[in-house]
């Protein structure tokens, strides 16, 4: 289990490194120039590592309905966007927007695919992430205006 939650932090850093790269890249450029930058080293590295260990074309990916390929223009979508952000408002507040908006997001799907779920505990933990998010903001509007 440690060495599953290490690649899971990881994962987090290196995510985190990507959007900092992006951000900066989109300052010199713009960001779909930094998006698409994005895109082909990850194309290019994860091309090489699937021909290296294997399953580049999994088994069945012929068959897989059409809106599981939609991944991909909302990735860049995605992208282009965080890159702006991050140039615009900062990392720390785009990274509390992005998990804001997951949270949030996960939430409405979960209703939207009929998963049984309680609605007062959602609702806290929406109201506790935009809460969050509030206290945050206000945190770091009054340490700098010192």
């Known amino acids: 289990m440690t060495v599953f ?9 290196l995510v985190g490194l990507s959007r900092q790269l992006n951000g900066r890249l989109s300052i010199s450029t713009t960001p779909l120039i930094a998006s698409f930058w994005n895109h082909a080293v990850g194309f290019a590295v994860l091309t090489c590592l699937g021909l290296f260990v294997g399953g580049l074309l999994p088994v069945g990916a012929a068959e897989a309905p059409w ?3 939609l991944g991909g223009p909302i990735g860049v979508i995605f992208v282009a966007a965080g ?5 615009r408002i900062g990392a720390v507040n785009a990274a509390l927007l992005i998990i804001g908006g997951q949270m949030v997001t996960g939430v409405a799907f979960d209703y939207l695919s009929a ?32």
């Not at 939650?5 to 850093?13: D, E, F, M, R, T």
């Not at 049984?116 to 935009?130: C, D, E, R, Y």
């Open 5 to 13: 939650v290490l690649l899971a932090c990881l994962g987090g850093v």
């Open 67 to 69: 809106y599981v390929f």
């Open 83 to 87: 890159s702006w952000a991050i140039a």
């Open 115 to 146: 998963v049984p779920t309680s609605f007062w505990a959602n609702a806290i933990g929406i109201v506790l992430i935009v809460g969050g998010m509030m206290v945050s903001r206000r945190r770091r509007k009054a340490g700098g205006s010192h």
